[in-house]
């Protein structure tokens, strides 16, 4: 297992229905729940938009401004499907994906390196109202992508999954430090209030998918709340 592609690739087969992340918003009672094909779909067609809509190469570079949100899953691996590595919003980066909070920073960067806006509503939607000029509504764009990718130029395993704030990472770095991590057993179920897309959360995400288990993404709960989130997904293990 020593690129994304390889740890999606291997779970498809064995059991594609499955969930493989769930995220639950305590502040609007959302419940979204990807299995292994709808996460792979939506990476697909993310990365689609990321290479056919606007470019992007293997080897350069997205920053991940969201909060935790199941959209930050499916551009990480997005990301490292199209081979291009993962920074942070004070990096250096080719493109950026953003959202409600961060729209305003990034459209003034709009017409410098392509800005894709997630309104974070629910199913993934547009947003309410037209982003500024030169932004691009995730929630427009990302539907009219196909259902499957396949890279001509495909990440390798010497190739940089995170970089910048997240620290220099390759893709076997980081596959083998997830196969091996001690957040959650092998099969297990991780709940997790840490932002995937962000260093301290990074391993919420890549250990669950390197070991053959599931993430339970939770934000705005109440510890009540929490606590029976845990006992009714079924999880095996928590964090932080």
């Not at 938009?49 to 080897?59: A, I, K, S, V």
């Not at 590595?85 to 003034?108: H, I, K, N, Q, T």
């Not at 947003?127 to 196909?146: E, L, N, Y």
């Not at 390759?170 to 840490?194: C, F, K, N, P, Q």
Request: charge should be negative.
């Amino acid at each position: 297992m020593t690129t994304f592609a390889k740890v999606l690739a291997r779970q498809l087969p064995t059991d594609p229905g499955r969930p493989l992340v769930t995220f639950y918003d305590g502040a609007t009672a959302e419940r979204v729940e990807l299995s292994v094909t709808t996460y792979a779909n939506w990476v697909a067609k993310t990365a689609s938009l990321l290479t056919e809509e606007h470019d992007l190469e293997r080897g350069q570079r997205l920053a991940v401004d969201l909060p935790a949100h199941w959209l930050g899953t499916v551009f990480l691996g997005a990301a490292w499907t199209v081979g291009l590595a993962v920074v942070g919003p004070d990096d250096e980066a080719d493109a950026v994906v953003c959202g409600p909070g961060s729209l305003e920073r990034w459209a003034s960067r709009a017409d410098d390196l392509p800005v894709l806006a997630c309104s974070l509503l629910p199913l993934g939607v547009r947003f309410a109202q037209p982003v500024p000029r030169g932004v691009h509504d995730v929630g427009i764009d990302v539907w009219s992508q196909p259902d499957s990718f396949i890279s001509h130029d495909p990440a390798q395993p010497d190739d940089l999954a995170t970089a910048g704030g997240y620290g220099d990472r390759t893709h076997a770095e980081t596959w083998g430090a997830a196969a091996v991590g001690s957040l959650v057993s092998d099969g297990g179920r991780l709940l997790s209030e840490a932002n995937p897309a962000s260093p301290p959360g990074l391993a919420s995400l890549t250990e669950p998918l390197a070991r053959g288990g599931s993430l339970v993404l939770v934000v705005h709960s109440e510890p009540e709340r929490l606590t029976a989130t845990y006992v009714a997904e079924r999880a095996t293990a928590r964090f932080p």
